[in-house]
């Protein structure tokens, strides 16, 4: 929408989609975004099953992630 590149365009896309699976995930979005960008560079990007592992519908995330609800 603002991009003014056919690359910003796709890379805005890509970080929107994250951010709105990460809410439909009940996702912290700004301690998820940190936990990411940390996990990025612990780990081989070519190693599609680690990227799994941090994915936002993981069931591998840290519960601190995770929006408390009321049971």
């Known amino acids: 929408m603002f991009s003014t590149s056919t690359k910003g365009a796709e890379s805005s896309a890509l970080l929107y989609s994250i ?11 700004e301690k998820y975004l940190l936990y990411l960008i940390d ?5 081989d990007p070519t190693d599609k099953e680690n990227l799994l592992k941090i994915l936002p519908f993981s069931k ?4 601190d992630l995770k929006i408390k609800t009321k049971s």
């Open 60 to 63: 591998n995330l840290p519960d």
């Open 19 to 29: 951010i709105e699976t990460a809410k439909n995930n009940n996702l912290i979005i």
């Open 39 to 43: 996990k990025f560079t612990e780990i």
